[in-house]
């Protein structure tokens, strides 16, 4: 019900953007958010945003780098990601949850997508 694409191999310094579609109108009022786990490590939270898009919350390693917007619209959340760095290197996935802190706190989501690779190099 959560489709992710936009990754692929990108130098270090530069920039993807990331999609996540909903295929149910009905997420249109869930939080939803980018969890984020490389080879070997736990899956980790990266961004939420509020189902009315003005809440929005970042992990302190991508503050400032990464920005997440959605588009209730076309059921489409985004996650732009500029001045990768190496250590951004993982399978990125979308959710979605009924409550914010679902995303945010617990990293427990309703909804998880598939997830899209993505691989920085120096």
């Known amino acids: 019900q959560l489709q992710a694409s936009g990754g692929g191999l990108v130098q270090a310094g530069g920039s993807l953007r990331l999609s996540c579609a909903a295929s149910?109108?009905?997420?249109?009022?869930?939080?939803m958010g980018w969890f984020h786990q490389a080879p070997g490590k736990e899956r980790e939270f990266v961004a939420a945003?509020?189902?009315?898009?003005?809440?929005?919350y970042y992990a302190d390693s991508v503050q400032g780098r990464f920005t997440i917007s959605r588009d209730n619209a076309k059921n489409t959340m985004y996650l732009q990601m500029n001045s990768l760095k190496p250590e951004d290197t993982a399978v990125y996935y979308c959710?979605?949850?009924?409550?914010?802190?679902?995303?945010?706190?617990?990293?427990?989501?309703?909804?998880w997508g598939q997830g899209t690779q993505v691989t920085v190099s120096s």
């Open positions: 149910r109108r009905t997420f249109s009022s869930y939080a």
């Open positions: 959710a979605a949850g009924r409550s914010y802190g679902s995303i945010r706190y617990h990293g427990t989501p309703d909804y």
């Open positions: 945003i509020s189902w009315s898009p003005s809440t929005t």
